[in-house]
């Protein structure tokens, strides 16, 4: 079509956009010669979905019970040597204080070589995105998965009176040593567990519910294994993962002209749905569908500073009141409900979760420390000091 110079030409071309399974069997029924019929419209999305109060209801609860699981565990280590210090006990004096607990404790250095090496795996990730790789990381994703689930299975079964027995009897197995008989009894049952999720990975719709409780799992053991042992350790990771979080959303767009970040959570590159490190429920009132989606990150890296302040309240014999744990939790959770208003307010647009996280937490943290006079007992020590049981103050008899 040729048009005059002059000519008053007004071309519209319509664009649709489609799900991506609407698309393919949109194709499916083309390539079958059949006829398909297609109305067009333009629904509107809901302010809120449901999906986003169940995914910040799973996030706050997992950091809820990972932090009491790492408080408990701590309360009764620390009631075990002081049995073992007042009896002045030889297996104390062999044991040592250090490996024998079963903990990691980070330090600064470890905290910043952290967010470095999660750098250059994210940039590899980016890189090396196809489905192949995504293959790799489920694998992976599974292994974790039953080692968590595992570990938060024996736990739980361990508080009945019925399974105490297997609990606390062992055998020896090769490469692995002394293994209780609980949890060879439970090992086969999760292995069998994230199997069968990562065959109906992609073929089935509920296929995330298993996904979610193999995430919340492993979660829940990293929170209870890894522990930051005082506020300068948790100021150093946080603020790196600010830093981390802000760079690779917002920053990365400079260099390699999209999201790094957002470009791996979605998968875009790999055509599948994304790497399986992510809470994710299905958005339910949302015309176009799609999730919700949380990453391991933002829940893990606050968590390792909100189960170490109810470890310090517990320790200092603190209530809820006095103590600093309702004031953490209460910070992550609406620095994470920001995290939402501020997604919806941006259309969706993906957003650093940790930009609202760490200023909420950390600076709660911190104003709440100075203010009661605690600052340098968490910055330093990180728990308050105990008094040996050895020795026995007298009241002070002034002379006449």
């Not at 000519?7 to 949109?26: E, R, T, Y």
């Not at 040597?81 to 006990?89: F, H, T, V």
């Not at 250095?109 to 999660?118: G, P, Q």
């Not at 950390?362 to 910055?379: C, P, V």
């Amino acid at each position: 079509m040729v048009c005059e110079a002059n000519a008053d030409v007004d071309i519209k071309i319509p664009a649709v956009m489609l799900p991506q399974d609407a698309g393919s069997n949109l194709e499916k029924y083309i390539n079958n010669n059949t006829m398909v019929s297609v109305a067009l419209y333009s629904p509107k999305r809901p302010a809120v979905d449901i999906a986003e109060v169940f995914l910040w209801l799973m996030a706050v609860g997992t950091i809820l019970c990972a932090s009491y699981w790492s408080a408990w565990t701590a309360r009764e280590v620390a009631i075990e040597q002081d049995k073992l210090l007042k009896d002045a006990s030889e297996e104390f004096l062999q044991r040592g204080d250090a490996g024998s607990t079963g903990f990691v404790d980070i330090n600064t250095m470890s905290a910043v070589l952290f967010v470095v090496f999660a750098s250059c795996f994210l940039v590899m990730l980016y890189k090396l995105m196809s489905s192949w790789f995504v293959d790799v990381l489920l694998v992976l994703f599974c292994i974790g998965g039953v080692e968590g689930l595992q570990t938060c299975l024996v736990a739980l079964l361990s508080c009945f009176r019925w399974f105490q027995r297997f609990a606390e009897s062992f055998i020896k197995v090769p490469f692995f040593g002394a293994v209780s008989h609980l949890t060879l009894a439970v090992c086969p049952f999760c292995m069998a567990f994230a199997v069968v999720w990562a065959i109906y990975y992609r073929r089935v719709s509920f296929a995330w519910i298993g996904q979610d409780i193999l995430g919340i799992a492993l979660i829940i053991t990293v929170l209870q294994i890894v522990r930051v042992p005082n506020l300068k350790v948790g100021t150093v990771l946080l603020g790196c993962a600010f830093l981390y979080d802000i760079f690779w959303v917002f920053v990365s767009k400079w260099w390699f002209h999209e999201s790094v970040m957002i470009v791996v959570a979605r998968g875009e590159k790999s055509g599948q749905d994304g790497i399986p490190m992510l809470l994710k429920i299905p958005r339910m009132f949302d015309p176009w569908g799609g999730y919700s989606v949380i990453g391991f990150g933002d829940i893990i890296l606050p968590g390792l500073l909100v189960a170490f302040s109810l470890r310090y309240d517990w320790l200092a014999r603190k209530n809820l009141r006095a103590g600093y744990f309702v004031w953490a939790m209460t910070a992550y959770g609406l620095g994470l409900l920001v995290t939402y208003i501020a997604l919806n307010m941006m259309d969706g647009h993906g957003q650093p979760a940790l930009l609202y996280i760490v200023p909420f937490t950390l600076g709660t943290f911190i104003t709440l420390g100075k203010k009661r006079g605690d600052l340098k007992t968490l910055w330093t020590r990180g728990e308050p000091g105990r008094p040996c049981p050895h020795v026995r103050l007298q009241p002070v008899q002034q002379k006449e």
